[in-house]
């Protein structure tokens, strides 16, 4: 027996079962009713078909062929069903049709649920070939992309309306721009570029303490100052051969450089107590008798460290 082709709207070729019964007429312009229980009425062009499919006709280029159009929705046939006739339509539509008939929407022949399986690979693959302009292509998206690989385009085209993730900003802005205006949102998250770990947003930076008292009158000099002292430390650090930093005494010169630096700049506290710390474990590892050079490393460091706080 030879298996009628599917055509929009007309079979051709029918099965003899079918050869008396004429095929039921369809608008080509508009979708067929699903939603009638009159098994013996021709269906008639109506509004209450399926939602449209996900790519209209229009997107597809070049137009795709009537063989691939499924009779109920009029477009393009997703996750296509056979019925025993031949007939092929979406797996959605030919489904909610036999919900309230029994027949094949187009030479009605019977046709029972459980009789409609999916078609054979091969067509699946001639549908999925076909080739779609993108969504975006009013906002500058040129590209013509095959429907098996359309998801993957959506993902990263850079014409697609994408929403700014810095929570509070809701801007919509195309992916391609979204790198730039993260540069300059308010909204993004800034940590603190002097290394406190705080983290604020861009528009609160002026505000930060940190930046905050860099911009004080006299702070320059004095925060060069500590830098240039805390790199000394290290250095010295590096070069003595022979030192014993005694614990109260090293006590007291980091008592003193809080009391001198204030007790609001905790940067720089913290940053003078941990290079006088990393000084004192080296140094303690280089335990010497000579008394002369011990004194006169206490007091090099003494003065470097008591320098911290003396332009603050």
């Excluded at 302009?133 to 998206?141: D, I, L, P, Q, T």
Aim: charge should be negative.
């Amino acid at each position: 027996m030879v298996r009628p082709r599917h055509y929009r709207g007309r079979a051709v070729s029918g099965a003899s079962s079918s050869s008396s019964v004429p095929p039921a007429s369809s608008s080509d312009s508009e979708p067929m009713d699903i939603s009638s229980n009159d098994d013996d009425d021709i269906p008639a062009a109506t509004s209450s078909a399926p939602a449209a499919r996900k790519f209209d006709l229009e997107m597809f280029d070049p137009p795709p062929s009537e063989e691939f159009i499924c009779t109920v929705c009029l477009n393009v046939m997703e996750d296509p069903w056979e019925c025993p006739c031949g007939h092929v339509f979406c797996k959605a539509c030919i489904q909610q049709w036999l919900k309230s008939h029994s027949n094949c929407p187009i030479c009605r022949v019977l046709c029972l649920v459980d009789e409609v399986k999916p078609v054979v690979h091969m067509v699946r693959s001639l549908i999925s070939h076909l080739t779609v302009r993108c969504e975006n292509s009013e906002a500058g998206c040129r590209k013509k992309v095959e429907l098996q690989h359309y998801d993957s385009h959506k993902k990263v085209c850079e014409f697609a309306s994408v929403r700014c993730p810095n929570e509070g900003c809701g801007l919509h802005l195309l992916r391609k721009d979204m790198e730039e205006h993260d540069r300059v949102c308010d909204y993004h998250q800034d940590m603190c570029p002097d290394g406190c770990g705080a983290s604020f947003l861009r528009k609160e930076q002026a505000n930060h303490n940190c930046i905050k008292k860099e911009k004080l009158p006299g702070k320059g000099k004095s925060s060069r100052r500590a830098n240039e002292a805390l790199r000394e430390i290290r250095n010295q650090k590096s070069t003595c051969t022979a030192l014993v930093l005694n614990k109260l005494h090293f006590a007291r010169v980091v008592r003193e450089i809080c009391m001198e630096i204030g007790r609001e700049d905790l940067r720089w506290q913290s940053h003078a107590i941990m290079a006088l710390q990393e000084a004192a474990e080296a140094f303690l590892l280089c335990l010497v008798e000579d008394e002369g050079i011990r004194a006169m490393h206490m007091d090099r460091y003494a003065h470097i460290a008591l320098g911290l706080g003396s332009e603050v």
